[in-house]
């Protein structure tokens, strides 16, 4: 991290991000540039002139950079007043399946064309005037190219998964000054989500025209050129061949004109970009919107709200009859999938910090600053009691509970973690998911809560300061951690998960 | 003949003056007055001082320790530091009763609440 700051920040971006390879080239930095210094070209972010020349200071370019620590505890706020927060999913206020009812664009588009037919909706009804996105060319589908989309129509062909870099922030940054737009929605992955909030936090100009954000789930970014030249290399597939692809079940499926090929997602890892291996976002929590595949459910998208302005532009879609809504209660399944792989990401990246900084290789700023708090983070938390942080209603299951119906819990409620009382309410241990993934998927309805619940049960009492807690968690590798009482460790009090720290640390004052 | 008309016609009318400076008429939408800085705002990058055509403004110091000081007798309200300030700190007034007898007193400076 960078402690001291460069009087210029372009000092500190390439010492700090671009040097040790984590840009990923959204291009946040050239639209927020206030004299142009940096662009964008191909694969590289070029540095075109000496902006030191031009400025005594500037803290821009570091301070707006996905992968910087700066502004990161701020860009939270535009999401914290949901009403409902998990550590799986984010902040949120409703979490639904979705799809486009027009089944040709359904057709066009990745997953149920929610995105398509909510910003083409948005359009029409004048909510925003031009959507910033990606669009692959018909010539190679996997490149992404940012977009401006200016008339519904447009937003068709613009709007695309993918697992290549593109510069979309560029993109916002064009939309405003070129074209002159003042209603803009932007489509990105979590990194690029992150950025524009970034932007917004620092209060640059550019922002005021940014009206709607919507996020993709992303699990990694692929430097195209490397996955390519081991594509054609072990499995023989040529780029041009490739039409799409789609990520199902821990597993890279490469569509073909004629065949399909499965990867698995080890074996392509190497390819994604340096700031991807360490990003722990998988649903884009800052976004307004969060969109994502429902797997195994063909043509329907996971939709997560998160803020007013998503919900009210998502409601007035459903509203108009050009996206259809239902529950994701009963479809234990897809939400499953989708935490598992949100898991899987955030395992990954910290496995690959550990093994970063364990050969002496410097770490993402944004994922020290996320796995270490500052020196007043830490006092804060030492002066809190964990009695005053504790969410004191916590559900907790029986030791009967099988696990299948606990996942049918999960997709209702989203904790992640459930505790086991006795029927004398006496504390037994706590079950995650993590637990119920190691178990075979067909084994799970025959399997009960309490023959999986791990040997060792993590414990802090209410007198004990907040910081205590922490540390336990952060030595255990756990995201949550049992409150109980000091004369009976078999009674529950509450817990603390790691929303709950980040909630204090972003309003120490705030009573949940 | 028209001429006699109009006159006519103006007698019964209120006038279209007005007794500046005791009654002003109010100033359009987008009117470029006086510049002011809003100095929680500003990060000290000086580009207001580095694109002003004529010179109207000086950045004192440096970064976050940096205070502005905007000489108004020289300013020619082209807006354009409003233009490049990448963070809305400086922004146009409607002031636009600014001469003077003294050139000393036409300087504004900024500085920051510590």
């Given at each position: 991290?960078?402690?001291?700051?460069d009087?210029?920040?372009?000092?500190?971006?390439?010492?700090?991000?671009?040097?040790?390879?984590?840009?990923?080239?959204c291009g946040?930095?050239?639209?927020?540039?206030?004299?142009h210094s940096?662009?964008i070209?191909?694969?590289?972010l070029?540095?075109?002139?000496?902006?030191?020349?031009?400025?005594?200071?500037?803290?821009?370019c570091?301070?707006?950079?996905?992968h910087s620590?700066?502004?990161?505890?701020?860009?939270l706020?535009?999401?914290?007043?949901?009403?409902?927060?998990?550590?799986?999913?984010?902040?949120?206020?409703?979490?639904?399946?979705?799809?486009?009812?027009?089944?040709?664009?359904?057709?066009?588009s990745?997953?149920?064309?929610?995105v398509?037919?909510?910003?083409?909706n948005?359009?029409?009804?004048?909510?925003?005037d031009?959507?910033?996105?990606?669009?692959?060319?018909?010539?190679?589908?996997l490149k992404?190219?940012?977009?401006?989309?200016?008339?519904?129509?447009d937003?068709?062909s613009a709007?695309?998964?993918?697992?290549?870099?593109?510069?979309?922030?560029?993109?916002?940054?064009?939309?405003?000054?070129e074209?002159?737009?003042?209603?803009?929605?932007?489509?990105?992955?979590?990194c690029?989500?992150?950025?524009?909030?970034?932007?917004?936090?620092?209060?640059?100009?550019?922002?005021?025209?940014?009206?709607?954000?919507?996020?993709?789930?992303?699990?990694?970014?692929?430097?195209?050129?490397?996955?390519?030249?081991?594509?054609?290399?072990?499995?023989?597939?040529k780029?041009?061949?490739?039409?799409?692809?789609?990520?199902?079940?821990?597993?890279?499926?490469?569509?073909?004109?004629?065949?399909?090929v499965?990867?698995?997602?080890?074996?392509?890892?190497?390819?994604?970009l340096?700031?991807?291996?360490?990003?722990?976002?998988?649903?884009?929590?800052?976004?307004?919107?969060?969109?994502?595949?429902?797997?195994?459910?063909?043509?329907?998208?996971?939709?997560?709200?998160?803020?007013?302005?998503?919900?009210?532009?998502?409601?007035?879609a459903?509203?108009?009859?050009?996206?259809?809504v239902?529950?994701?209660?009963?479809?234990?399944?897809?939400?499953?999938?989708?935490?598992?792989v949100?898991?899987?990401?955030?395992?990954t990246?910290?496995?690959?910090?550990?093994?970063?900084?364990?050969s002496?290789?410097?770490?993402?700023?944004?994922?020290?600053?996320?796995?270490q708090?500052?020196?007043?983070?830490?006092?804060?938390?030492?002066?809190?009691?964990?009695e005053?942080?504790?969410?004191k209603?916590?559900m907790?299951?029986?030791?009967?509970?099988?696990?299948?119906?606990?996942?049918?819990?999960?997709?209702?409620?989203?904790?992640?973690?459930?505790?086991?009382?006795?029927e004398?309410?006496?504390?037994?241990?706590i079950?995650?998911?993590?637990?119920?993934?190691?178990v075979?998927p067909?084994?799970?309805?025959?399997t009960?809560?309490?023959e999986?619940k791990p040997?060792?049960?993590?414990?802090?009492?209410?007198?004990?300061?907040a910081?205590t807690?922490?540390?336990k968690m952060i030595?255990?590798r756990?995201?949550?951690?049992?409150i109980?009482?000091?004369?009976?460790?078999?009674?529950?009090?509450g817990?603390?998960?790691?929303?709950?720290?980040m909630?204090?640390?972003?309003?120490?004052?705030?009573?949940? | 003949?028209?001429?006699?008309?109009?006159?006519?016609?103006?007698?019964?009318?209120?006038?279209?003056t007005?007794?500046?400076?005791?009654?002003?008429?109010?100033?359009?939408?987008?009117?470029?007055?006086?510049?002011?800085?809003?100095?929680?705002?500003?990060?000290?990058?000086?580009?207001?001082?580095?694109?002003?055509?004529s010179?109207?403004?000086?950045?004192v110091?440096?970064?976050?320790?940096?205070?502005?000081?905007?000489?108004?007798?020289?300013c020619?309200?082209?807006?354009?530091?409003?233009?490049?300030c990448?963070?809305?700190?400086?922004?146009?007034?409607?002031?636009?009763?600014?001469?003077?007898?003294?050139?000393?007193k036409?300087?504004?400076?900024y500085?920051?609440?510590?």
């Open positions: 991290m960078a402690g001291r700051r009087l210029i920040a372009y000092n500190d971006l390439k010492k700090w991000i671009i040097d040790p390879g984590f840009c990923t080239l946040a930095c050239e639209a927020a540039c206030p004299i940096l662009k070209e191909g694969e590289t070029q540095y075109i002139h000496d902006c030191s020349e031009h400025l005594e200071f500037c803290p821009i570091y301070d707006v950079c996905p620590e700066a502004l990161l505890l701020e860009t706020s535009f999401v914290t007043d949901a009403p409902n927060r998990r550590e799986s999913l984010g902040y949120y206020r409703k979490v639904l399946l979705a799809q486009a009812v027009d089944p040709e664009l359904r057709k066009v990745h997953g149920g064309g929610v398509t037919a909510l910003l083409t948005s359009i029409k009804q004048g909510f925003v031009s959507v910033v996105a990606s669009r692959t060319d018909e010539k190679a589908p992404l190219h940012p977009s401006i989309s200016l008339v519904p129509d937003v068709f709007v695309d998964v993918g697992y290549s870099p593109s510069a979309v922030a560029k993109a916002f940054g064009r939309a405003v000054q074209y002159g737009k003042t209603k803009i929605a932007f489509v990105g992955t979590p690029q989500v992150l950025a524009l909030r970034k932007l917004e936090s620092w209060e640059h100009k550019i922002v005021d025209s940014l009206k709607l954000v919507v996020g993709f789930m992303c699990l990694w970014c692929f430097s195209l050129k490397h996955l390519f030249e081991s594509l054609e290399k072990t499995h023989n597939i780029p041009s061949q490739i039409s799409k692809i789609v990520l199902e079940k821990r597993e890279y499926v490469v569509y073909m004109d004629s065949e399909t499965r990867i698995p997602i080890n074996e392509v890892r190497k390819h994604i340096g700031g991807c291996s360490t990003c722990m976002d998988y649903t884009a929590e800052l976004a307004d919107i969060s969109v994502g595949g429902a797997y195994p459910l063909e043509d329907w998208s996971i939709v997560i709200i998160r803020t007013e302005v998503g919900e009210e532009i998502f409601d007035h459903v509203k108009n009859g050009l996206i259809q239902k529950s994701l209660e009963n479809e234990p399944e897809v939400y499953t999938h989708m935490v598992d949100a898991n899987f990401k955030r395992k990246a910290l496995e690959e910090i550990e093994k970063m900084k364990g002496g290789k410097p770490v993402p700023p944004i994922t020290q600053r996320m796995l708090p500052l020196p007043k983070e830490l006092s804060l938390l030492s002066s809190l009691t964990v005053q942080i504790m969410t209603e916590v907790t299951i029986s030791p009967d509970t099988t696990l299948e119906e606990l996942l049918n819990i999960m997709t209702k409620h989203h904790h992640m973690g459930y505790p086991i009382l006795d004398n309410k006496q504390l037994i241990g079950v995650t998911f993590e637990d119920i993934m190691k075979p067909d084994q799970r309805s025959k009960k809560a309490s999986v040997e060792k049960l993590l414990t802090a009492y209410p007198d004990e300061p910081l807690a922490y540390e030595n255990h756990v995201g949550r951690i049992l109980v009482d000091r004369e009976d460790p078999k009674k529950l009090l817990i603390i998960t790691k929303t709950d720290i909630q204090t640390l972003r309003w120490p004052m705030k009573r949940r | 003949m028209s001429l006699l008309k109009e006159a006519l016609q103006r007698l019964f009318r209120k006038p279209v007005l007794k500046y400076p005791f009654e002003k008429r109010p100033v359009p939408e987008g009117f470029r007055g006086r510049p002011v800085w809003d100095m929680r705002k500003c990060i000290g990058c000086g580009l207001c001082s580095n694109v002003c055509p010179g109207a403004i000086e950045m110091g440096k970064g976050l320790q940096s205070e502005i000081k905007h000489y108004v007798d020289r020619m309200f082209c807006s354009q530091c409003v233009e490049s990448p963070r809305n700190a400086i922004k146009m007034t409607q002031e636009y009763e600014l001469a003077g007898f003294d050139r000393s036409m300087l504004y400076e500085k920051r609440e510590i």
